[in-house]
Nanobody, 121 residues
Framework: QVQLVESGGGLVQPGGSLRLSCTASGIIFSIYTMGWYRQVPGKQRELVATVTNSGITNYADSMKGRFTISRDNAKNTWYLQMNSLKPEDTAVYYC???????????????WGQGTQVTVSS
């Protein structure tokens, strides 16, 4: 089994910064794309950012220049550095990854449990 555990959410003032972390554990052969998504009540989950195993990043337009995704392959961990936070960034943030557990298995998509980020004065 594979588990993703997030950390780093919390309450921050507008203009502040937070760094989220996500660590994958369990039976892992290879991790492909790692990503972050977010969701507010009543809305669909939306993409924040992704990073491939070769380091290619992709960001939602509203996060470009403010958020940075990075990964530490040796630790099976990836991060989301969030700067210049705005009240509209308030959401539950989920990490996700496409992981192959064994060489002969098909990769699966896994999700963390979510961490709340609240931007408010």
């Amino acid at each position: 089994q594979v588990q993703l555990v997030e950390s780093g959410g919390g309450l921050v003032q507008p203009g502040g910064s937070l760094r989220l972390s996500c660590t994958a554990s369990g039976i892992i052969f290879s991790i492909y794309t790692m990503g972050w998504y977010r969701q507010v009540p009543g809305k669909q989950r939306e993409l924040v950012a992704t990073v491939t195993n070769s380091g290619i990043t992709n960001y939602a337009d509203s996060m470009k220049g403010r958020f940075t995704i990075s990964r530490d392959n040796a630790k099976n961990t990836w991060y989301l550095q969030m700067n210049s936070l705005k009240p509209e960034d308030t959401a539950v943030y989920y990490c996700s990854a496409r992981i192959k557990s064994r060489p002969v298995t098909t990769p699966g998509d896994y999700w963390g449990q979510g961490t709340q980020v609240t931007v408010s004065s």
